[in-house]
């Protein structure tokens, strides 16, 4: 009994020694001489192989550390694809965009588009819609104070800044003042721990989420490879890869990370959201016929 108890405990002690060790060197990679992000990212993965961390632990602090790096120009939804209400509408005209985007807030302008006075909830508007019950509509005294931030400003800083002032959603300015985006809570989390579903997130709801004014796409990476074809007029083949998120990862050579782009088969393809083993969305924008024939001449003639 004294021999298994003793070997037990050995075996224990070694496991916990190795545990250790590993711990000791994440520890020094934190708080030994300045090293690389790359350096530290590597003594993770490796304690993730040695079942130290297990492989969402890492993809977040991966996230944690790639959010540093970012700023709101990085993930921002763009001024072209802003669902914003008029300061002037009546209630029952605000309605059709509440449904059909399913958003929750919503910037409201003024005079332009660049004037955002404010932020509207949607569900205040609730208390309104009972037909039995007559309320004076005012949408100016609805409205939230809108928060501002430039476009440099630094991912980890806002989520700060949303934490402190319990906003969800900032209103991203460009250099003059205009509306250039906006970014919530969401999109910033998301950079940690991947792609958060909601209930309006239903792939019935199509693979193409939206189209920008300057011809792009924002696509779901997991849109069959037949129907990008069918959408797009490319001829894409679907023998060695099911979806256009798998062929865009294999032209890369690697899982890449947003803003990461590639031209490929007469398309743009930029990377809108990804984390560390996947792609989420891609931008998409086809090339001109005449272009993508012109330099493929030209490719043959050199």
Same mark, same amino acid.
């Given at each position: 009994?004294?021999?298994?108890?003793?070997?037990?405990?050995?075996?224990?002690?070694s496991?916990?020694?190795?545990?250790?060790?590993w711990?000791?060197?994440? %520890?020094?990679?934190?708080?030994?001489?300045?090293?690389? =992000?790359e350096d530290?990212?590597?003594?993770?993965r490796?304690a993730?192989?040695?079942?130290i961390?297990?492989?969402?632990a890492?993809?977040?602090?991966?996230g944690v550390?790639?959010?540093?790096?970012?700023?709101a120009?990085d993930?921002?939804i763009?001024?072209?694809?802003?669902?914003?209400?008029? =300061?002037?509408?009546r209630v029952?005209?605000?309605m059709?965009?509440?449904?059909?985007t399913?958003?929750?807030?919503?910037p409201?302008t003024?005079?332009?588009?660049?004037d955002?006075?404010?932020?509207l909830?949607?569900?205040?508007l609730?208390?309104y819609?009972?037909?039995?019950?007559q309320?004076?509509?005012n949408?100016?005294?609805?409205? =939230?104070?809108?928060l501002?931030?430039?476009?440099?400003k630094?991912l980890?800083a806002l989520?700060?800044l949303?934490q402190d002032? +319990?906003?969800?959603?900032a209103?991203?300015v460009?250099?003059y003042g !205009?509306?250039?985006?906006i970014?919530?809570?969401?999109d910033?989390?998301?950079?940690?721990?991947?792609e958060?579903?909601?209930e309006h997130?239903?792939?019935?709801d %199509?693979w193409?989420l939206?189209r920008g004014d300057?011809?792009?796409f924002?696509?779901?990476?997991?849109?069959?490879?037949? &129907?990008?074809?069918?959408?797009?007029?490319?001829?894409?083949s679907?023998?060695e890869?099911d979806t256009v998120?798998?062929?865009?990862?294999n032209?890369?050579g690697?899982?890449?990370?947003r !803003?990461e782009?590639?031209?490929?088969?007469?398309?743009?393809?930029?990377?809108v959201?990804?984390?560390?083993r =996947?792609?989420y969305?891609?931008?998409?924008? +086809?090339?001109?016929?005449?272009?993508?024939?012109?330099? &493929?001449?030209?490719?043959?003639? %050199?």
């Amino acid at each position: 009994m004294n021999e298994d108890r003793s070997g037990s405990s050995s075996s224990s002690q070694s496991h916990n020694g190795h545990h250790r060790s590993w711990l000791e060197r994440i %520890g020094q990679a934190l708080s030994g001489e300045p090293r690389d =992000r790359e350096d530290l990212v590597e003594v993770l993965r490796q304690a993730t192989e040695r079942e130290i961390l297990d492989h969402d632990a890492l993809a977040m602090i991966e996230g944690v550390l790639h959010v540093s790096e970012l700023q709101a120009r990085d993930i921002m939804i763009p001024r072209s694809q802003v669902a914003v209400l008029q =300061r002037s509408d009546r209630v029952w005209d605000l309605m059709p965009t509440i449904v059909e985007t399913g958003h929750s807030r919503f910037p409201v302008t003024g005079e332009s588009r660049d004037d955002v006075i404010g932020i509207l909830i949607a569900k205040d508007l609730l208390r309104y819609l009972d037909p039995d019950t007559q309320r004076e509509f005012n949408l100016r005294e609805l409205l =939230r104070p809108a928060l501002f931030i430039p476009e440099s400003k630094r991912l980890d800083a806002l989520l700060k800044l949303f934490q402190d002032s +319990r906003n969800h959603l900032a209103v991203v300015v460009d250099e003059y003042g !205009g509306l250039a985006g906006i970014v919530t809570i969401e999109d910033v989390i998301e950079q940690i721990v991947g792609e958060i579903d909601d209930e309006h997130d239903d792939e019935d709801d %199509g693979w193409i989420l939206s189209r920008g004014d300057d011809g792009e796409f924002v696509v779901k990476a997991l849109t069959p490879i037949d &129907e990008f074809n069918e959408n797009f007029g490319t001829d894409f083949s679907d023998e060695e890869f099911d979806t256009v998120g798998g062929l865009v990862a294999n032209g890369f050579g690697h899982v890449p990370r947003r !803003g990461e782009a590639l031209e490929l088969g007469g398309c743009r393809f930029e990377v809108v959201r990804a984390d560390s083993r =996947r792609i989420y969305l891609l931008r998409v924008s +086809r090339f001109p016929v005449a272009v993508a024939v012109e330099d &493929e001449d030209h490719s043959q003639a %050199g």
